[in-house]
């Protein structure tokens, strides 16, 4: 603490521009595409003060223009993981050290510049890198970036406000210090603002991180270090390499100043991630804290009550938004007889007016690409399954071309079986199965939702009975993390919406909240006495 009681300023989330034709933000964002899309950036890792060319590169694409390079980025070898760890040690005393104030200036600084000067830039890197469409691109690394950086300033001045009563003679005091050792941040590719959340959050409760992008997303993880570097954030607290997951990981994690893990990605690398650091506990100078978001199967069920055009709507923007490259897309839905056809019908008008996928560049798509061939690949083999499965049927989209980029068709698979695969596997692509249920099973289905699947993120119902509300809201309480009535299962917002599931889908540290802040310090309790004993004898002993 300085020398005052200092009042953040009240986080208020980032309004979303809309790009509208012939607005200056549409030309701007267009113009930094352009010259990311025609240039070629050469991506260091970034380790104390230095910015480290290791020779061995990765060249980096556009998933929706696959053979057309914007640049490449730099693999890490052993020696520079360890590197990256000694830095974080090194510079931990000063960093944790330093007033809080003076932290919580750098990241709302950090917020101002993405919102101001580095908007265009995040923006078209996000949609170069992983294929949103300006709409995504703006609402995830802008907005929900900026969102998570101002909150969280303000959910750290909150923690530190918390504190003990004290009794006469004595004064209680909790300090929130950062763990002992260093935070490992591994981000996956989907949300630019996560990756920039994950090191950032640990970072600012005064923790020092190697952070690890996925590879699909260095493009604009380096707008991200840009972005903090500009606003003042001290070398060595944020140490950033890439290149083979397995390798860093096992390095880092062998490192007895190992302190916590933060990840986000798929279920079962997290799994792993948390076996391998039982395996090596006996290393550690301290318990490691675990905080993983990972892998969903999110639902939709509307009760024979619900509205269906509201349903619909909430199938298509909940399912196909950002290629339902969400952890929160809809991908299994649970429809009543008596209302399906006319839901169906409407689903499929919406997605024959979208255009056929193509390049974000191009603002009237809807659909992009999606990230890379493995993910092509995977979401074409399940596809390709629904075609020939006797209980399977496609009733919308079905095809595929990665000719020039990864696209996938939208597509809608209706099913007679409601433990059919794809209502249980995680896709995370452009497909979504449904299920038609007899109006009479409403109860049996609200079972059959929450036994489907292993995850539990998140879940929608759309419904106007009252009372159905209320026994979905209570059958279903285990089976999401992020419960919607009558909205779709996606777009939370930061400081309204905290984010995170349980089961399968993480530790539901709640990305975006004090929850998740407090899980990157340990306390320390300080009792102070004024008048201190004389005599080792109480009162009754008399
Ligand atoms: P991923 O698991 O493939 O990769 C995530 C990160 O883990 C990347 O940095 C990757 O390089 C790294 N990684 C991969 N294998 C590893 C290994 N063996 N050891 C250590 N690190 C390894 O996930 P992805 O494809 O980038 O992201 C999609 C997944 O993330 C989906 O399952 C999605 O549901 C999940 N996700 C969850 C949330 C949430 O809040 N619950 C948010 C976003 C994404």
Redesign the pocket.
């Given at each position: 603490m300085g020398k005052g009681f200092f009042h953040v300023p009240t986080a208020v989330n980032e309004p979303i521009k809309d790009y509208a034709p012939g607005s200056s933000e549409r030309e701007e964002v267009l113009e930094q595409y352009r010259s990311y899309f025609n240039g070629s950036v050469d991506v260091p890792l970034y380790i104390g003060s230095e910015e480290i060319k290791t020779g061995n590169t990765k060249p980096m694409s556009p998933p929706h223009d696959h053979k057309h390079i914007v640049g490449q980025y730099h693999v890490a070898e052993k020696a520079h993981v360890t590197k990256a760890i000694d830095n974080c040690l090194a510079s931990r005393s000063a960093w944790a050290d330093l007033t809080w104030e003076q932290r919580a200036a750098v990241f709302l600084k950090a917020a101002e510049l993405i919102a101001g000067p580095y908007r265009a830039k995040i923006n078209a890197a996000t949609m170069i890198a992983q294929s949103k469409n300006i709409y995504q691109a703006e609402i995830d690394a802008a907005c929900e970036l900026i969102d998570f950086l101002r909150f969280n300033v303000e959910y750290m001045s909150q923690i530190y406000d918390e504190q003990p009563e004290s009794a006469k003679g004595i004064w209680n005091r909790v300090e929130y210090r950062p763990l002992e050792g260093f935070i490992y941040a591994?981000?996956?590719?989907?949300?630019t603002a996560?990756a920039g959340n994950l090191p950032a959050s640990a970072a600012m409760m005064g923790n020092v991180v190697v952070w690890?992008?996925?590879?699909?997303q260095v493009f604009s993880a380096k707008v991200i270090v840009d972005i903090f570097k500009e606003a003042g954030l001290p070398d060595g607290v944020i140490n950033v390499v890439y290149g083979d997951?397995?390798m860093i990981?096992e390095t880092v994690l062998a490192s007895p100043d190992f302190a916590g893990i933060h990840?986000?990605?798929?279920?079962h690398?997290f799994k792993?991630?948390w076996k391998q650091i039982g395996n090596n506990i006996h290393t550690y100078k301290t318990y490691p804290k675990i905080v993983g978001?990972?892998?969903?199967k999110d639902f939709i069920i509307a009760h024979p009550t619900a509205k269906p055009q509201q349903v619909a709507t909430a199938i298509v923007r909940g399912s196909f938004e950002y290629q339902g490259q969400k952890?929160s897309a809809a991908s299994r839905v649970y429809l009543p007889k008596s209302l399906s056809k006319e839901i169906l019908e409407s689903v499929k008008k919406d997605i024959a007016s979208f255009k056929k996928p193509g390049s974000p560049e191009d603002m009237s798509n809807f659909i992009t690409a999606v990230?890379h061939e493995g993910s092509f690949d995977k979401l074409a083999k399940y596809i390709d399954q629904a075609k020939t499965d006797e209980n399977a049927e496609i009733i919308a989209g079905g095809n595929y071309d990665k000719s020039k980029g990864y696209f996938i068709e939208p597509t809608v698979i209706l099913t007679t079986d409601p433990k059919y695969t794809t209502m249980e596997t995680?896709l995370?692509g452009p497909v979504v199965t449904i299920y038609v249920y007899e109006d009479k099973d409403w109860s049996e289905t609200l079972k059959l939702v929450d036994t489907t699947s292993e995850y539990a993120?998140t879940g929608a119902i759309l419904a106007t009975d009252r009372y159905a509300i209320d026994e979905a809201t209570l059958a279903l309480q285990n089976c999401a993390g992020n419960f919607y009535i009558n909205d779709k299962p996606t777009g939370a917002v930061v400081g309204q919406q905290p984010?995170?599931?349980a089961r399968a889908?993480?530790t539901n540290d709640k990305?975006g909240s004090a929850q998740n802040l407090l899980r990157w310090v340990s306390p320390r309790l300080i009792k102070e006495t004024f008048v201190t004993p004389t005599d080792y004898r109480y009162p009754f002993l008399g």
């Amino acid at each position: 603490m300085g020398k005052g009681f200092f009042h953040v300023p009240t986080a208020v989330n980032e309004p979303i521009k809309d790009y509208a034709p012939g607005s200056s933000e549409r030309e701007e964002v267009l113009e930094q595409y352009r010259s990311y899309f025609n240039g070629s950036v050469d991506v260091p890792l970034y380790i104390g003060s230095e910015e480290i060319k290791t020779g061995n590169t990765k060249p980096m694409s556009p998933p929706h223009d696959h053979k057309h390079i914007v640049g490449q980025y730099h693999v890490a070898e052993k020696a520079h993981v360890t590197k990256a760890i000694d830095n974080c040690l090194a510079s931990r005393s000063a960093w944790a050290d330093l007033t809080w104030e003076q932290r919580a200036a750098v990241f709302l600084k950090a917020a101002e510049l993405i919102a101001g000067p580095y908007r265009a830039k995040i923006n078209a890197a996000t949609m170069i890198a992983q294929s949103k469409n300006i709409y995504q691109a703006e609402i995830d690394a802008a907005c929900e970036l900026i969102d998570f950086l101002r909150f969280n300033v303000e959910y750290m001045s909150q923690i530190y406000d918390e504190q003990p009563e004290s009794a006469k003679g004595i004064w209680n005091r909790v300090e929130y210090r950062p763990l002992e050792g260093f935070i490992y941040a591994i981000t996956p590719f989907n949300f630019t603002a996560i990756a920039g959340n994950l090191p950032a959050s640990a970072a600012m409760m005064g923790n020092v991180v190697v952070w690890k992008p996925s590879d699909s997303q260095v493009f604009s993880a380096k707008v991200i270090v840009d972005i903090f570097k500009e606003a003042g954030l001290p070398d060595g607290v944020i140490n950033v390499v890439y290149g083979d997951p397995v390798m860093i990981t096992e390095t880092v994690l062998a490192s007895p100043d190992f302190a916590g893990i933060h990840f986000t990605g798929s279920t079962h690398v997290f799994k792993e991630l948390w076996k391998q650091i039982g395996n090596n506990i006996h290393t550690y100078k301290t318990y490691p804290k675990i905080v993983g978001e990972t892998g969903g199967k999110d639902f939709i069920i509307a009760h024979p009550t619900a509205k269906p055009q509201q349903v619909a709507t909430a199938i298509v923007r909940g399912s196909f938004e950002y290629q339902g490259q969400k952890c929160s897309a809809a991908s299994r839905v649970y429809l009543p007889k008596s209302l399906s056809k006319e839901i169906l019908e409407s689903v499929k008008k919406d997605i024959a007016s979208f255009k056929k996928p193509g390049s974000p560049e191009d603002m009237s798509n809807f659909i992009t690409a999606v990230i890379h061939e493995g993910s092509f690949d995977k979401l074409a083999k399940y596809i390709d399954q629904a075609k020939t499965d006797e209980n399977a049927e496609i009733i919308a989209g079905g095809n595929y071309d990665k000719s020039k980029g990864y696209f996938i068709e939208p597509t809608v698979i209706l099913t007679t079986d409601p433990k059919y695969t794809t209502m249980e596997t995680e896709l995370f692509g452009p497909v979504v199965t449904i299920y038609v249920y007899e109006d009479k099973d409403w109860s049996e289905t609200l079972k059959l939702v929450d036994t489907t699947s292993e995850y539990a993120l998140t879940g929608a119902i759309l419904a106007t009975d009252r009372y159905a509300i209320d026994e979905a809201t209570l059958a279903l309480q285990n089976c999401a993390g992020n419960f919607y009535i009558n909205d779709k299962p996606t777009g939370a917002v930061v400081g309204q919406q905290p984010f995170g599931g349980a089961r399968a889908s993480g530790t539901n540290d709640k990305a975006g909240s004090a929850q998740n802040l407090l899980r990157w310090v340990s306390p320390r309790l300080i009792k102070e006495t004024f008048v201190t004993p004389t005599d080792y004898r109480y009162p009754f002993l008399g």
